[in-house]
């Protein structure tokens, strides 16, 4: 049985669905210089925010205006909780200064207010993949230590202004995306990193890492002291690598490439680095700047429980490359033939969702929230029925919330909740389109930005509702 508190609810980010990205003195992040893209066309990143191109964050859903009618219908779906994250430019516009503004602040606290009006618990994510341009035009991102306290302070006004209303935090989300570091998308939206031709990314994506982990413990210990009741977590995008085959080279190509993806989550829940990446790094001869004060901070910053996306999982054949097996993300993964993939290709597996959360259970034994999870998919809406019959969604979330149960049952997994991703429609963060939905709630707006906004529920909004009402049991 699940727990009887089981945080049922929902999970959006704050750039993929606010819009207002002037307004209130919100400050540009990186997220505001991304332009659309499609499956297989990345977007690009461009120079500042460039007149004529669509960058589809900026308006986004304008739940920046929408919110109060919005938190409505989250109440009508019966959410227990709301995951989004807070705009850091809202709050910090260009990163570096001294004092918070004021409006942005304001903003939250309204937001909270709504939600917790209606008996909806706040879930925040203080950074998702939207910091200040400013600070990775002006200090390279997080390859420049000085972001770590700048990161640290905007933590400690979060936590400072809310810490009456918001009690589940985390702190970087999806912090691993960058393992992927041969393309660009994953480095600038998780560290800011630009990088220029001749440079060694993958050094430069382990300084990066090192400050945002240190950051991130910082954050860690400053919370626990303004409330001892906080619960902090990290934010791990899951996506296991199986290998191919039992051929003892797919077996431990497959190991090489799980530790170059989770070695993070080690750093969060340890506390300390775990011994391979500490021969990684020797190996390949990278000096980085990790002090002993940095070790320290790490220690006494681990996380309370530990938040992670699931949407697919991944698989590996021998890379050729023994005895190091050196994982290259970007070329290296192959096709799972057991499995079917969604429009963009990402493979769906259920199981997977259940041999996850015993992967993270074997090692850390530490309380898991499943903060992602979902189908992205093309909904149209249905003539005879004036709404999208979304059953291929409902089919999805039902066979992932099934495994997640066994994760429970059968394995004793403590489980604090599940927040299925962009329960309202909203930008999609890989490719920027809008035709990517993963909603409950429909809203009406296409790729080229046209549409009213206005929300309408498909046909999974009343499934879900009878999801919570039972705890689950009824899928
Ligand atoms: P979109 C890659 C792999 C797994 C999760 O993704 C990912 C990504 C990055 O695209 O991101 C998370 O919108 C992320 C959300 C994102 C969601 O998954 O590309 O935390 O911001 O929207 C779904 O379909």
Not at 238 to 247: D, E, L, T
Request: overall charge negative.
């Amino acid at each position: 049985m699940l727990r009887k508190d089981f945080l049922w609810g929902g999970a959006v980010a704050a750039h993929q669905l606010e819009g207002g990205w002037q307004e209130g003195g919100k400050g540009v992040s990186v997220a505001d210089v991304m332009t659309v893209g499609a499956h297989g066309v990345p977007r690009r990143i461009t120079d500042g925010v460039i007149e004529g191109e669509n960058y589809p964050n900026h308006e986004a859903i304008q739940f920046y205006h929408h919110y109060k009618e919005d938190v409505k219908l989250f109440a009508e779906l019966g959410l227990k909780c709301f995951r989004t994250s807070i705009a850091w430019t809202r709050i910090f516009p260009k990163g570096d200064e001294t004092e918070p503004n004021e409006a942005g602040l304001q903003f939250y606290d309204d937001l909270f207010d709504e939600c917790l009006k209606h008996g909806i618990e706040p879930v925040i994510t203080l950074s998702h993949f939207e910091m200040p341009y400013h600070l990775v035009t002006e200090y390279g991102g997080f390859r420049n230590r000085k972001v770590v306290d700048f990161f640290a302070r905007f933590a400690e006004v979060c936590f400072t202004r809310y810490k009456d209303k918001v009690k589940y935090w985390m702190t970087f989300n999806e912090i691993n995306n960058q393992a992927n570091y041969v393309e660009d998308f994953a480095p600038f939206t998780n560290s800011g990193l630009k990088y220029v031709e001749g440079e060694d990314r993958e050094q430069i994506m382990y300084q990066a890492a090192h400050y945002e982990l240190v950051a991130s413990a910082k954050a860690v210990a400053i919370g626990h002291a303004i409330n001892p009741d906080f619960q902090i977590g990290c934010m791990i995008a899951m996506v296991p690598i199986y290998p191919y085959s039992c051929a003892p080279k797919d077996m431990m190509a497959a190991t090489v490439a799980m530790q170059r993806r989770y070695w993070f989550t080690d750093v969060h829940c340890n506390g300390e680095y775990p011994s391979y990446i500490d021969a990684y790094f020797e190996r390949k001869g990278y000096q980085l700047d990790r002090t002993e004060e940095d070790f320290d901070v790490l220690k006494k910053g681990t996380v309370d429980y530990i938040g992670f996306s699931y949407y697919m999982s991944f698989a590996i054949k021998d890379n050729g490359k023994a005895p190091a097996f050196d994982y290259d993300e970007a070329h290296d993964l192959v096709r799972n033939p057991n499995v079917d993939a969604s429009d963009w290709g990402w493979q769906i597996d259920p199981m997977g969702l259940r041999y996850a959360m015993n992967w993270f259970n074997d090692r850390y034994e530490r309380p898991l929230f499943i903060v992602e999870n979902g189908f992205g998919a093309i909904d149209e809406i249905d003539p005879e029925t004036n709404r999208v019959e979304d059953d291929y969604r409902i089919d999805y979330l039902k066979a992932h919330i099934e495994a997640m149960k066994e994760a429970v049952e059968y394995d004793g997994i403590d489980l604090m909740g599940y927040t299925p991703w962009g329960f309202i429609d909203l930008v999609s963060a890989g490719t920027g389109e809008m035709k990517k939905r993963y909603g409950f709630i429909y809203v009406d707006k296409d790729n080229k930005g046209k549409g009213t906004l206005a929300r309408s529920k498909k046909k999974s909004f009343d499934w879900y509702q009878q999801v919570i009402a039972t705890n689950g049991e009824e899928l």
